[in-house]
């Protein structure tokens, strides 16, 4: 097996079997042939013999030892282990019962705990301050269980192989939509799940001014009935021009709430006799009912490249079929952990998905750039034989083994031999973040991300240094490399603008996330779309500088053509994120303003329970510039840290940092003992500064602070949170009391 080094860090960091000192036990030629043997015993299930099945499992093998197709992650992970949950990722219903929210709650835990991702509508929780018959009180709402569900995902921590993922979605009509939309404002919250918008075509129609009226009413699920005014009685409406304004504008600051066509999935539903769609995974591929699973795997189209620079079919059309076969068997060898996901997706709808990574590798292999219509008329003819390939071989286990259960009244059920199917559905566009890397191959219908870049913490600590190996390749072989130019190169992640140094045709062929218009990211989500049953994994990169509007424009034209949905990151837009362009995989130093030497401020007294605050923040052009901070007696700790606080403060705003995220920052960390009452009251001296900062500046406090007002934190551990119970102060993770 040849292996990048990167791949091997992968293997060894992420997948091979361990001893208890965390020491490999095998190899990832053994890991491979590990699953291979699982996934091929099936085969002895439906009548074939040892000799037919020790074919089988040496096909298996070497499509995934040469790279041509690899299953997803728990596959690898759990084939032939003790656990043998072979799913990626599954849709787990909501029950409008404190019962029901719970049960599921357990059933994600159990998931989340064998490697699987967990999908969500909250569509059905009534809203918050809606009436609880049971109780005589009040619904908390659906974002409220939502923090309870990102609370538990990072307590299970997936087993330590796999991060928490999680899908949340809202129907636009609900009545709490718009705290939805905007719950994911702070960077520390709902880290757990991806958020999107359920929005029908009505909605769009509305909201692109389509359709002249641009208002709609709000349903309570409760009642399925339009939800009352609380003041005037009347139905509550919203304008989908506005609510669509700030889903863009949401999407622009955080990269959440990606948007899912509800109805164009729906249009596509296989089995609407059995359900219909209103969610999907967390990474918004696959549309599933309740119960059902993901069982993915993906080609790397790089490999498919002969030396004459052609596209090799007849190898492509052989591994299609070996692939759709590993896939149909992983969904008898599974072990599902909830009775109900087995019985919908093993004994139900069999849906398997293939997709695709190396898409771009295919591309520079070929001579043809990105951003070009002639890679989009390649995308509809590559995706469109693998889709023909894979339901032909579809038809062909169905006839050995039967047609998947829900077969009679789905859309297959029509008397035509061609579509009898094993598989309700056969092909998705899915991630391929790790599998991609044990390939050596570009993400998924991703353009490459940089041509040197970063790959930061992604496996427990490790970063994965990566340089692209084509453009290494055609460097050597047509003379223009040199260790300046890829220095270079390693600095920014983009090849530089110098022909002498790099041929227009090869940068054109490089052109890199970032360099690729929006519009060519979504036609080519689109074309693939078109070919695919299921939905398409893909992010649309936008620059740092990228407007709203640009991300309005994004979410139109991917409605309009046909995509099941869509999600958009802006560059920067979070702190931290997986991908940094350039090796080293930092923004520039900041330096901070030089001080003029007048400058004049305000002075304002804060009362807090370690004493009076007193809080001066000089201005510069009008704008906060600096601040100081007094507090007690000379010589202590708290003076201290205090002064320690202001002059960070004052380098931040040196540097350009706005006011609010300062604030942000600040408002509501607890301490020992708060003071006053409600909302205003005052939980420590960070609180007290950035309170006193937002007063100064004149922003409106809160607007972006902590909602935590509940909570201090225990003065004797200072992790655990101190609650009320009997009277008393107890901390709820060591059991200091202050009684």
Known sequence: MELSEN????????????????????????????????????????????????????????????????????TLMNAGRDLQQLSACFVLPLEDSMEGIFDTLKHMALVQKTGGGTGFAFDRLRPRGDRVRTTNGVASGPVSFLKIFDA?????????????????????????????????????????????????????RKATGEDPDPYYTLINPRTGRPQPDPETGEDMRLNAREVFDLIVEKAWAKGDPGL??????????????????????????????????????????????????????EKLR???????????????????????????HKEGNRKIGLGVMGWHDMLVRLGIPYDSEEALEMAEKVMRFIS???????????????????????IYDTGRPEDRVRNATRTTIA??????????????IEPYFSIAFLRKDVLGGVDLPEVNPLFLELAKQEGFYSEELMAKIARTGCIPDDEAA?????????????????????????????????????????????????VKRAYILAWKMGCKGITVYRDGSREKQVLNVGTLGEKESLKPSERPATLSGQTTCIKTSLGNLFVTVNFADEKPFELFAQIGKAGSDVVAFTEAIARLISLALRCGVSVEEIVAQLEGIGGYRAVGFGPNRIKSVPDAIGRALAQLAKIKPGANGNDCDSREICPDCGSGALIRVEGCAKCEACGYSEC
């Open 318 to 344: 052989r591994v299609v079929r070996t692939a759709v076969h590993f896939l149909d068997n992983v969904i008898d060898s599974s072990n599902y952990v909830i009775e109900e996901i087995a019985r919908m």
């Open 388 to 410: 023909e390939e894979a339901k032909k071989r579809s038809v062909e286990l169905a006839a050995e083994r039967g047609v998947f259960p829900n077969f009679p009244g789905s």
């Open 502 to 550: 790099v041929p227009p045709r090869i940068k054109r062929l490089f052109k890199t996330a970032l360099e690729i218009d929006p519009e060519w990211h979504i036609r080519h989500q689109a074309v693939f779309q078109k070919y695919t049953d299921n939905a398409v994994s893909k992010t649309i990169n936008l620059r740092r500088e990228a407007t709203p509007e640009e």
């Open 152 to 204: 538990a995902t990072e307590a299970v921590k997936q087993g330590g192989t796999r991060r928490g993922a999680n899908m949340g979605s809202l129907i636009y009509n609900h009545p709490d939509i718009l705290e939805f939309i905007c719950c994911k404002e702070k960077e520390d919250e709902i880290n757990n799940f991806n958020l999107s918008v359920s929005v029908s075509d009505e909605f769009m």
């Open 431 to 444: 991630p391929t973040g790790t599998i991609s890397i044990l390939a050596g191959a570009s993400s998924g």
């Open 7 to 74: 791949a091997r860090i992968t293997y060894e960091k992420r997948y091979l079997k361990k001893d208890e000192a965390g020491r490999p036990l095998e190899t990832p030629e053994d890991l491979l042939r590990r699953v291979a043997s699982n996934i091929a015993e099936v085969d002895l299930a439906y009548g074939k013999d040892e000799a037919a099945v020790k074919e089988t499992e040496e096909d298996f093998f070497q499509v995934m030892a040469e790279a041509y197709f690899m299953p997803n992650s728990p």
């Open 260 to 313: 899912i066509f509800i109805d164009q999935m729906n249009r596509f539903n296989p089995t609407p006799h059995i359900g219909k769609f209103e969610t999907t995974n967390p990474c918004g591929e696959q549309p599933l009912l309740p119960y059902e699973a993901c069982c993915l795997g993906s080609l790397n189209l790089g490999k498919f490249v002969n030396a004459s620079g052609e596209v090799d079919w």
